[in-house]
């Protein structure tokens, strides 16, 4: 087994950056569709939105390193976070404050014309108590947190990416079995809800190529709601290759009726990292790169996007050498886009 406890990255940030959205407004484009805000004086803009219609965040993480490479006149390594932080990532909403992120994320992104990509990763026991563990008190605590990150969204174009590793960690054993039925029952109702909200489409994870079969995830994907979701995900926060990815994903598709599904290709540019400890392959692997840019443009009817779920340059976990799992690792950063082709 592969070890998916790298699908963290609940981002410290995220709660303030909510908060300064919607202060400051910073949505707002050159009126053409395709322009942005100087993220922190950056320069960050949108990328085209028919290739890549989700909203890039000008004042994003990687938007802020790039800023104070600049400021500190470091040239080449604020052009090479750069091609971080011009690509749309996803918006992990964290515990606090779930409506006003959702609202601050969706308002900025439709403000520029273009879709909010955000990520649920809050549901209770997550991560099994790895470097990610935590996650919402109890169920009652869940739904309210799903409640209000809905009521944020409102009816502005989001895609969701639902719960991270939480369908695979009821397959691996990871997750005690006493809590089995109720996050069946948790997963169902965040599906349910934020599908009510019209711009609103969600996919639930689902694992990646490299930690077992389809066989064995596609009846809890059943029962945790898969068919009333817009699809699934695979490879988020992972390394394995955009084909095997799609492989994997076409495998399940056919067993789950047919249903689409999107890569994250954040950093699988060179494959998974082979060495060390199988255990923790996953987590902060050297010699990584960037892969496909976000995009809807892909190479299988069935892939609706290539998306960068994972924020590339946030660490796993106190592993190899990184900080905190959802923390900025800028030296990490720079090896991952600097090895990109």
Not at 223 to 249: K, P
Not at 269 to 283: A, L, Q, S, V
Not at 308 to 318: F, T, Y
Request: net charge negative; aromatic share 8%; glycine share 14%.
């Amino acid at each position: 087994m592969y070890g998916s406890r790298g699908a963290a990255g609940v981002r410290a940030t995220a709660v303030a950056l909510g908060a300064a959205l919607l202060i400051a407004g910073c949505s707002s484009d050159d009126g053409d569709g395709d322009g942005g805000d100087d993220g922190a004086s950056a320069g960050i803009t949108q990328q085209p939105k028919d290739a890549a219609p989700f909203w890039v965040n000008p004042d994003g993480t990687a938007a802020q390193q790039v800023a104070g490479y600049e400021k500190d006149g470091k040239k080449t390594e604020a052009d090479t976070i750069r091609r971080i932080a011009q690509q749309p990532t996803g918006e992990w909403i964290s515990p606090d404050n779930a409506e006003e992120q959702a609202r601050g994320f969706t308002e900025a992104a439709a403000g520029a014309d273009r879709t909010a990509l955000l990520v649920l990763y809050n549901i209770p026991h997550r991560d099994c108590g790895q470097y990610s563990g935590g996650g919402a008190a109890d169920g009652n605590a869940y739904r309210a947190w799903i409640d209000s990150v809905a009521q944020g969204i409102g009816d502005r174009p989001a895609t969701v990416v639902l719960e991270p590793d939480a369908v695979l960690h009821l397959v691996d054993g990871c997750t005690p079995g006493e809590f089995h039925e109720e996050r069946y029952d948790l997963l169902n109702y965040a599906v349910d809800k934020l599908k009510a909200r019209a711009g609103t489409k969600v996919y639930l994870d689902a694992g990646n190529a490299g930690w077992g079969d389809p066989d064995q995830i596609f009846e809890p994907l059943q029962r945790a709601g898969i068919d009333r979701a817009d699809g699934f995900s695979v490879n988020v926060s992972n390394f394995y290759s955009t084909e095997d990815s799609i492989n994997y994903g076409k495998e399940l598709s056919a067993k789950v009726g047919g249903k689409h599904f999107v890569v994250d290709t954040s950093r699988n540019g060179n494959g998974p990292y082979t060495e060390g400890d199988p255990g923790e392959r996953w987590c902060n692997p050297p010699g990584r790169a960037l892969g496909e840019s976000p995009t809807t443009k892909t190479a299988d009817p069935l892939v609706d996007a290539y998306l960068w779920v994972k924020r590339p340059g946030e660490s796993d976990g106190e592993c190899k050498g990184g900080p905190k799992a959802g923390q900025w690792w800028a030296d990490y950063a720079l090896k991952l886009a600097g090895a990109a082709g």
